[in-house]
């Protein structure tokens, strides 16, 4: 169930000034306070059900998964502008990034919450999550930044831009523009095998290869569910990731974090995650490292979920 | 200086009868019959000018480089509809490549060419090296096929299908169209570590990142020096390519074969490249593979020159 918090008089880094935002969100598991907390932040197309039947994130917060749903509270805001709860933005790009973690922790202290147990989030959602815990230091026990940077890449900038001249140029655009994001999610070893070179291998008569049934599939689908604006708010906010300009400055949060990457993900690459640990871990941050192994690139953080199970199990017990 | 040879009454794969297709050309060296022969095959938007001060492969086809044009004669047809000619292609999707290579061993019988030394090319001018060899597998001593491969990946036709949907929905095609495809061209760390998250760094007062300048920059200048219609074809062909089914069919090829690749390649990957060589190697074909070390990707077979020609120069003797 969608539940709504208001936010007063909101100056965002551009220097607007709302009179209100509302914030979208739902709650898992037992009522807010009667149990350790999870702020659960959502990917580029996600919302706040992440668990339950219809959950995007239900293979880790599940009684199977992690994250017990029993045993946490697990809470998720919509990012304001996808539309999940019904409103669109007027203007996609009113937001930063950090507006947006400035608003999660404006309503967390309208809700009353003083502590999290921990913050997790992948891809855009791993990027706020680090801005949260850069903004709010003490406030969360753990924090899970997985497949994800505290500052966008140049190769990230590169695919935004491709997914900002799609949306600005073409008469498809969303299919368009998921047909390209398909592509910065997968490697071509996982398309390859895959798809091993297969043509309309349904019959359909269309002499189409299968991977490009496939991709035109993903683009019809996301442009049935999902709003225009809402992906180029969405766009926007991932072109705006920048946490901070050096990674030492992240030395200042004070949760154990642990960080996941995935060994063939090229659109946040293992690298990137690698320079951060071992930055942070000069600096004496509680920090760890773990890895995905995986063909698939960055979809294996949604696909390789047995892997991201186990690294996340041990931090969320159910016998305390 | 461009020349032009005609060939009567092509039937292409299609179906379609042409009373006359015309193709245009360049030598360089010495005269046709006169040398040793190398046929150069261009790639997606490169021409028949190879060599000289305007060459995109004067690195490699030079006196400084592997392959002397005073010592072999430089032959390189422009792929029709390329439009370096002046003559853009009706139908874009008229051609495969494997109509191309037909029709270039046609011209070669026109010009009375009965022997090539060698058929060198890059990208979708490696496919169709291939698809030339394979059409006459006794006709050239050596080829090159480099940074290529003898069939469409998934992963190339699902790159040629976001260029499709580009060119075909976007009100800036060749503009969007060419910045996607440069980050076919590179990898994640190639444009991190050339751009190191730079902003503005020319003090234009933009705001853009510099490897947001440099796509635009690179969109607008191939859009002022390519034809759309040429771009719509050399994409049509880039899908088609498909020399033969099964790598096995390529040992009827009699020419050595020096298979070049680049270890970190994403459009065309290394391990392809190795799958290939290992399985010609196993029937006893005469093929050999040398690799190109670099963190660019695909783009290295013109970035890292040296390389290429270290590999390739011995077998440019220009004392025999």
């Not at 497949?147 to 190769?155: E, F, G, M, V």
């Not at 690698?274 to 890895?291: I, Q």
Request: glycine letters at 6%; hydrophobic letters at 40%; charged letters at 20%.
């Amino acid at each position: 169930m969608l539940h709504e918090v208001s936010i007063p008089d909101f100056r965002s880094e551009r220097g607007e000034s709302y009179p209100e935002v509302v914030l979208s969100y739902e709650v898992a598991g037992p009522p807010l306070g009667s149990a350790p907390l999870v702020l659960v932040c959502h990917a580029l197309t996600g919302n706040s059900t992440v668990t339950g039947d219809e959950g995007w994130w239900n293979k880790l917060i599940s009684e199977e998964g992690a994250i017990s749903p029993t045993h946490y509270t697990i809470l998720s805001f919509n990012i304001p502008g996808n539309a999940y709860d019904g409103r669109e933005a007027d203007d996609p790009e009113a937001f930063e990034l950090r507006d947006v973690a400035r608003l999660f922790l404006l309503a967390l202290e309208a809700l009353g919450v003083k502590e999290l147990y921990a913050v997790i989030g992948a891809s855009m959602g791993g990027a706020l999550t680090w801005q949260i815990a850069y903004l709010a230091p003490t406030l969360a026990k753990h924090i899970f930044p997985i497949a994800c940077d505290y500052r966008a890449s140049d190769w990230l900038l590169t695919q935004t831009l491709i997914q900002k001249q799609i949306l600005a140029h073409s008469s498809h655009p969303l299919e368009d523009a998921r047909i390209h994001a398909m592509s910065c999610y997968r490697t071509p070893q996982s398309l390859n095998v895959r798809f091993a070179g297969q043509r309309d291998s349904r019959g359909t008569g269309s002499g189409q290869y299968d991977v490009e049934s496939w991709l035109l599939y993903h683009g019809d689908a996301l442009a049935r569910r999902f709003k225009l604006s809402a992906y180029h708010v969405m766009t926007h906010l991932t072109s705006t990731i920048g946490v901070c300009e050096e990674v030492e400055a992240l030395a200042r949060i004070r949760s154990a974090i642990h960080l996941v990457s995935i060994d063939s993900d090229l659109l946040f690459t293992h690298d990137r995650a690698e320079a951060t640990y071992e930055a942070l871990r000069a600096l004496g941050a509680d920090v760890s490292l773990a890895v995905i192994h995986s063909i698939h690139g960055h979809d294996a953080f949604l696909m390789e979920y047995e892997q991201l199970n186990h690294i996340i199990r041990p931090y969320f017990p159910t016998h305390v």
